[in-house]
T-cell receptor, first 112, second 114 residues
């Protein structure tokens, strides 16, 4: 089954404790993105990747890191989480940046 | 000013009603996406269209590129259609490049009552 998986689905952590949210797709898509969704602000892009070892900042990259060492995986790293990073995070993949997007199930992160 | 505007923000309907959600955008685009997000759920792609009209079951999406406007219609609405509907348009990251990012509307919360 074609899918995008994210882990964990829910995470409560404390300020400053490094965490990684994993994202994996099995559709051989080149393009992957991370978004955060906040009430009243909608979906905003954090980082994107056009292919292995090619990543770039989206609209709200501060406080986040990503890596793309394999085509299928695109982890999101929060080196020192802060409460303003409490949000719902989605990973997505597509054949191209403007093509049909396939979203993961979301990760609800709470930073205390 | 948002580059992608949706209206209405909230919509409540009775089961069976015909629903219309609108999306206007200010940037030049090659395609437009409609997405659906159920409460507490993930996001699924409903349509990607670059011209004319597409239909899937009771859902119809139309786009007018010249007027920079798209509509999502739901015929014979049902409580299971209750969700947030999101419009998104791809924009080039840089002039002449082939890298795109999606810019999203803030979504329309649809509630269909039985």
């Amino acid at each position: 089954e074609a899918q995008v998986t994210q882990n964990p689905r829910y995470l409560i952590t404390v300020t400053g404790k490094k965490l990684t949210v994993t994202c994996s797709q099995n559709m051989n898509h080149e393009y992957m993105s991370w978004y955060r969704q906040d009430p009243g602000l909608g979906l905003r892009q954090i980082y994107y990747s056009m292919n292995v070892e090619v990543t770039d900042k989206g609209d709200v990259p501060e406080g986040y890191k990503v890596s793309r060492k394999e085509k299928r995986n695109f982890p999101l790293i929060l080196e020192s989480p802060s409460p303003n990073q409490t949000s719902l995070y989605f990973c997505a993949s597509s054949l191209s940046g403007r093509g049909e997007q396939f979203f993961g199930p979301g990760t609800r992160l709470t930073v205390l | 000013k948002n580059e992608v505007e949706q209206s209405p923000q909230n919509l409540t309907a009775q089961e069976g009603e015909f629903i219309t959600i609108n999306c206007s955008y200010s940037v030049g685009i090659s395609a437009l996406h409609w997405l659906q997000q159920h409460p507490g759920g993930g996001i699924v792609s409903l349509f990607m269209l670059s011209s004319g009209k597409k239909k899937h079951g009771r859902l119809i999406a139309t786009i007018n590129i010249q007027e920079k406007h798209s509509s999502l219609h739901i015929t014979a609405s049902h409580p299971r259609d209750s969700a947030v509907y999101i419009c998104a348009v791809p924009q080039r990251f840089n002039s002449g490049g082939s890298n795109y990012k999606l810019t999203f509307g803030k979504g329309t919360l649809l509630t269909v009552n039985p």
